[in-house]
């Protein structure tokens, strides 16, 4: 069955600190996985994308990863900002011919001064 | 190039009733898609329209219906609604690549 599980489900620190986010996913045959940034009430914005062949991509001081064989990505934060208090979501798309994607619940991360 | 654009952004609907929404893909993606997120159960997908056409249809039930303009922009209409329809919508365009572009949504409230 195709999955994809976020770690943990939410999480505090404190403000300048780093943190890293994880997905797990269950999802064949693999196209691309997505990482987004939700804040309260909008949609998703894009972070960073990454397919099979790729292990590390930047965006500012978020950094994704990504291990094809264990199928795991993560998401690390530097130096945490208030404005990162958002939902983090990973999203997994499939390489079937036509677009099916399978999203994580979700990580709700929570930035206090 | 402006992003996309979902109207209304909030709406009170009551059970039984009705709704449609509206949704305005950036201009030149032709593909748009919806999804319904409720607290705790994350991003549902209901359908997928490319070119007027539904190419992918997700597990609702049939009161939930879309179609997409030859302008590429589509609408959402849920009949005889119920309270559990509570829900922020959103909708993403993408042109041909996985890259998707999100909206800010449309909070439906049944009351």
């Known amino acids: 069955k195709n999955q994809v599980e976020q770690s943990p489900q939410s999480l505090i620190i404190l403000e300048g600190k780093n943190c890293t986010l994880q997905c797990n996913y269950t999802v064949s045959p693999f196209s691309n996985l997505r990482w987004y940034k939700q804040d309260t009430g909008r949609g998703p914005v894009s972070l960073t994308i990454?397919?099979?062949?790729?292990n590390t991509k930047s965006n500012g001081r978020y950094t994704a990863t990504l291990d094809a064989d264990t199928k795991q990505s993560s998401l690390h934060i530097t130096a945490s900002q208030l404005s990162d208090s958002a939902s983090y979501i990973c999203?997994?798309?499939?390489?079937?011919?036509?677009?099916?994607?399978?999203f994580g619940a979700g990580t709700r991360l929570f930035v206090k001064a | 190039k402006a992003g996309v654009t979902q109207t209304p952004r909030y709406l009170i609907k009551t059970r039984g009733q009705q709704v449609t929404l509206s949704c305005s893909p950036i201009s030149g993606h032709r593909s748009v898609s919806w999804y319904q997120q409720t607290p705790g159960q994350g991003l549902q997908f209901l359908f997928e329209?490319?070119?007027?056409?539904?190419?992918n249809k997700g597990n609702f039930p049939g009161r939930f219906s879309g179609r997409q303009f030859s302008n590429s922009r589509s609408e959402m209409n849920v009949s005889t609604l119920e309270l559990g329809d509570s829900a922020l919508y959103l909708c993403?365009?993408?042109?041909?690549?996985?890259?998707?572009?999100f909206g800010p949504g449309t909070r439906l409230t049944v009351t």
């Open positions: 329209y490319f070119s007027e056409t539904q190419r």
């Open positions: 990454m397919t099979f062949s790729e």
């Open positions: 999203v997994v798309s499939l390489n079937t011919g036509g677009f099916k994607t399978i």
């Open positions: 993403a365009s993408r042109s041909s690549g996985y890259e998707q572009y």
